[in-house]
């Protein structure tokens, strides 16, 4: 199962552990606040976020949309920029029941993981802010202390979750035995069917057919109106 027989509790980020979309919400931050042409900017970034929910985004592309404005200002500037985007718009879409979840799996014992799609720089600190430890996402690159726009090694996105995951179970001497996976994306669904006990989160339609397909939980994470 793993170190002294702990599970492994695996969370998407957006629209699961969070009641909308991280990276989305990044970009829209920086047309807000007038750091990237905002005409641009929003309508690619309304365009990728567009086919993310079709199942047919190119992450490459999109990442090297994503990065790019943190090559165009200093780091110490994004970093405080960041700062005020978590307290603004991330800590509005982290919910009591995402939190009691969270608590779930750590008085269980487990090992809690964040898988997510969307870039390091914007979900790192999600992850310190959430308590959870261990995170997997695209890594910005860094060399001599400047952002350089490319992420580093396989993108955390559909099957190259599952990639990624083995690799970090490798390195940090766990299995799947006994694991479980928390995500609402169809995206998803390739790491959904490897662990031992999916779960589908306000699902999107692709994935709710499948998780009732199989007979998988569908839970909600939003706090009731």
């Known amino acids: ?7 492994l509790a695996i969370f998407d980020l957006d629209h699961t552990l969070l009641s909308g979309d991280s990276d989305h919400a990044w970009g ?5 606040r007038g750091l990237v042409d905002p005409a641009v900017h929003q309508r690619r970034n309304d365009h990728f976020y ?3 929910k079709a199942g047919c985004l190119d992450i490459h592309e999109y990442l090297e949309f994503a990065m790019r404005p943190l090559t165009e200002y200093d780091a110490d500037r994004m970093h405080s920029e960041r700062e005020t ?14 939190r009691d979840l969270i608590r779930h799996h750590e008085e269980r014992g487990d090992t809690l993981l964040i898988i997510t799609a969307t870039n390091g720089f914007v979900t790192y600190p999600v992850a310190d802010r959430l308590g959870i430890a261990h995170i997997i996402a695209p890594h910005p690159e860094v060399i001599d202390g400047k952002y350089t726009g490319k992420t580093v090694g396989i993108p955390s996105f559909q099957e190259g979750k599952v990639t990624r995951l083995q690799a970090w179970m490798e390195e940090h001497g766990h299995e799947m035995t006994g694991s479980y996976f928390y995500s609402d994306s169809h995206n ?6 490897l662990v031992d006990h999916p779960v589908a989160v306000d699902p999107d339609p692709t ?3 499948s998780a009732e397909a199989q007979g998988w939980p569908v839970i909600s994470l939003r706090d009731s109106d």
């Open 1 to 7: 199962m793993g170190p002294d027989n702990v599970a």
């Open 28 to 32: 829209q931050f920086l047309v807000d």
């Open 85 to 98: 985007f978590l307290n603004e718009r991330i800590e509005p879409l982290i919910t009591e029941k995402a």
């Open 188 to 193: 998803d669904l390739p790491l959904l069917k």
């Open 50 to 52: 567009e086919q993310y």
């Open 207 to 209: 994935l709710l057919a």
